[in-house]
């Protein structure tokens, strides 16, 4: 899982909370992403970053929010609003995420959220 | 859109045999091309990745892919499989946004299991 660290490892909370999923990493990349892992449904996008202080939505961004203030440092929140946030969530990292370089991505170990 | 399919969701296969996991691709351009292997509550690891150049690609742990422009093709294969090989592998694809931020569009995944 190299530079990339994700925690709690396990989570749980009650429906109608909103709680932030930490993710760190000491790579020196530019580029970071958040992934939701469903059973048979592969790895989805829910926001990346290419840069300190600028994020964009992927493709189920509906129900999350994050932010970037350190290069470092990207925490996903699961609000309220998101119907189904039992899943397992996956932080990222590249070296550069601009077009024309194509570096492979590095995961951390994952972090498991169950709401109840 | 670019896309990758992984047509097996299990591949069974005795330790010792040669094994294949399966991905085709969908893509406008030329394919970046790559693989993961996730074990169980874990991350995804990096294990190779096409972007140009010989068909044959070499990666982690003995694993390689043969891309097949005809075919769409990027089987991962291995001469001799391990039972420590048991695991979930993912075949992704690069896909470029609108912002010209490069991201990764994973299949559903496949599970192998190599048994004693």
């Known amino acids: 899982d190299g530079g990339i660290t994700q925690s709690p490892k396990y989570l749980f909370r009650k429906e109608g909370q909103n709680v932030t999923l930490s993710c760190e990493q000491n790579?020196?990349?530019?580029?970071m992403y958040w992934y939701r892992q469903d059973p048979g449904q592969g790895l989805r996008l829910i926001y990346y970053?290419?840069?300190?202080?600028?994020?964009q939505k992927g493709d189920i961004a509906e129900g999350y929010s994050v932010s970037r203030e350190k290069k470092e440092s990207f925490p996903l929140t699961v609000t309220s609003a998101q119907k189904n946030p039992t899943a397992f969530y996956l932080c990222?990292?590249?070296?550069?995420?601009?077009?024309?370089?194509?570096?492979?991505?590095?995961f951390g170990p994952g972090t498991r959220l169950t709401v109840t | 859109a670019q896309s990758v399919a992984q047509p097996e969701d299990q591949v069974n296969v005795a330790e010792g045999n040669p094994l294949t996991v399966k991905c085709t691709y969908s893509v406008s351009g030329n394919p970046y091309l790559f693989w993961y292997v996730q074990y169980p509550n874990r991350g995804l690891q990096f294990l190779l990745k096409y972007i140009t150049g010989d068909n044959l690609v070499k990666g982690s742990y003995g694993f390689e892919a043969e891309f097949n422009k005809s075919q769409t093709s990027f089987h991962l294969k291995k001469p001799s499989a391990l039972v420590s090989d048991s695991a979930l592998y993912f075949c992704a694809v690069r896909d470029i946004g609108n912002t010209g931020f490069q991201k990764l569009v994973f299949g559903t995944g496949t599970r192998l299991l190599v048994s004693p």
């Open positions: 790579l020196n990349h530019d580029a």
């Open positions: 990222a990292s590249s070296i550069d995420g601009r077009q024309g370089r194509s570096y492979e991505q590095y």
């Open positions: 970053s290419q840069i300190v202080n600028d994020f």
